[in-house]
């Protein structure tokens, strides 16, 4: 079966420090991957996806970056995070196809102080 | 940019009792999807319907798409108290393949 891991839980950064968010899949092969934000009681912002090693799409443009350096490999990045970078960030993965679903990380809580 | 509007915001009922959503949309879609989000955990899939569908069944789940109005509505019978938890619907559509657009949700709470 597959599965999907997300890491850190939660992460306290400072502004301005860097950001590296992880996400790997498990039990499949070339699957579109994603990151969306959500703010508190809110829905979810699409950030990134990516349908291919080295293909990234920006959905918003901000100071974060995503990069997928193996097929089942995700990483969200930033070189300088901002006080409005706080969020709940998730991943998720879904198979190629145009009506698919798509199953999420259990996401990483980011606090900017 | 959201597509999907639920309706409520948010919904309390007694165990039991059946929960009604609600998810309007504007642009046209290939798909509507309903995932279901617990307090500080990541979403689940629960139901898929195309849009050349009218009603869907999932155990407890039935859900309804009317293309005409572009609105869909979720309905969950015999609530359980573990049912309580935020409700998105998503859309799907064949310009932007393989993307979803998510709305803001309702959460729904179950009173034991």
């Known amino acids: 079966s597959q599965t999907i891991h997300q890491w850190p839980a939660t992460l306290v950064q400072p502004v301005g420090s860097p950001l590296s968010l992880e996400c790997t899949v498990e039990g499949t092969s070339n699957p579109n991957l994603y990151w969306y934000r959500q703010a508190a009681g809110r829905g979810l912002q699409l950030l990134f996806y990516?349908?291919?090693?080295?293909?990234i799409s920006s959905e918003v443009p901000q100071n974060l970056s995503a990069s997928r350096p193996q097929d089942r490999q995700f990483i969200l990045s930033s070189k300088k995070l901002l006080l409005s970078d706080s969020g709940f960030y998730l991943c998720a993965w879904s198979g190629q196809g145009a009506v698919v679903a798509q199953h999420f990380g259990d996401g990483t809580r980011l606090s900017i102080l | 940019s959201q597509q999907g509007e639920e309706d409520p915001q948010a919904l309390s009922i007694q165990e039991g009792e059946n929960a009604t959503m609600n998810c309007s949309y504007k642009t046209s879609i290939n798909n509507l999807q309903w995932y279901r989000q617990n307090s500080g955990r990541g979403l689940v899939h629960l139901i898929l319907i195309r849009s050349n569908e009218r009603e869907k069944h999932s155990g407890r789940l039935r859900v309804t798409l009317d293309t005409s109005k572009k609105s869909s509505s979720l309905l969950i019978t015999a609530s359980r108290a573990a049912d309580t938890a935020s409700y998105f619907c998503a859309t799907g559509s064949i310009q932007g393949a393989q993307k979803l657009v998510f709305g803001q949700g309702t959460r729904l709470t179950i009173n034991p």
């Open positions: 990516s349908v291919g090693i080295g293909q």
